[in-house]
């Protein structure tokens, strides 16, 4: 019960924090990242995009009219932002992982873009098969985390020291977690962040599917110092006999 408490408490914080704050991450996050419109390119007209996570939908503006567009973003404030970018095929609505309201095998692609570093480590292997669910055999799951191991992490040391060595110096967190320090104008927080390393999101990836790639990046692919994301993409099965985890519609 201990643990569930936690976990709930957990992903309170960070619902609290982007309700409270979404309205400015609306309006600072807008550029695509150049891996992101490599992935966009992999998107055919008629194709369906599932993006979990959406915030103000920027991802939307790499994918051209003809394809589905299926925002999914928890913060209310994110989610009016998306709204004026819509278009006829194009949806946001409410949603939160691990339990989406979106129906089985509908994503040729599933983007999870900075997500899982706000997740509880009891949370990660089920959101995981969550985006599974949703995404159709032989379609791709794209998930980006925070690299905290990175050069730029080096702004909250304990934050970097907690990715590295894998200890936490807070109360009531466990190994590899931590909170990072947020601030703009007069306001600040914490948000809770999971320390993830390549090597556990790809062993992550891996039990779910078939792993496309599995990089450091900054504009470009890199290494783990100069790295500030890591970005996993994933090929859910056709056969559902090589799945042992048996996600699948």
Not at 13 to 23: I, K, P, Q, T
Not at 99 to 110: G, M, R, S
Not at 121 to 130: A, F, I, K, P, V
Not at 211 to 221: H, T
Request: charged share 25%; net charge positive; aromatic share 12%.
């Amino acid at each position: 019960m201990a643990n569930i408490d936690q976990t709930r408490k957990r992903v309170d914080e960070v619902s609290r924090f982007y309700e409270d704050h979404g309205a400015h991450f609306a309006r600072t996050r807008f550029a695509l990242w150049p891996w992101m419109r490599e992935i966009a390119m992999r998107v055919l007209p008629g194709m369906t995009v599932v993006d979990v996570g959406a915030g103000n939908a920027r991802f939307l503006e790499a994918f051209g009219n003809d394809v589905r567009y299926v925002g999914i973003e928890p913060s209310s404030a994110l989610r009016d932002a998306a709204k004026p970018k819509l278009h006829e095929k194009a949806s946001i609505e409410y949603g939160l992982l691990p339990h989406l309201d979106v129906e089985n095998a509908i994503a040729d692609l599933t983007t999870c873009i900075a997500v899982f570093h706000h997740l509880p480590r009891s949370l990660h292997r089920s959101s995981m098969q969550e985006l599974i669910r949703i995404t159709k055999p032989g379609g791709l799951i794209c998930i980006s985390v925070w690299n905290a191991r990175g050069k730029g992490f080096l702004r909250y040391p304990l934050a970097w020291v907690a990715g590295w060595l894998r200890v936490s110096f807070w109360k009531g967190l466990h190994s590899g977690e931590c909170y990072v320090p947020w601030k703009s104008g007069t306001s600040i927080a914490n948000r809770y962040v999971y320390a993830w390393t390549k090597t556990a999101l790809q062993k992550l990836g891996e039990e779910y599917g078939e792993v496309i790639s599995c990089e450091y990046v900054d504009d470009e692919k890199t290494g783990v110092w100069n790295g500030k994301n890591i970005v996993l993409v994933v090929k859910k099965y056709r056969d559902r006999s090589l799945d042992k985890n048996a996600f699948y519609s």
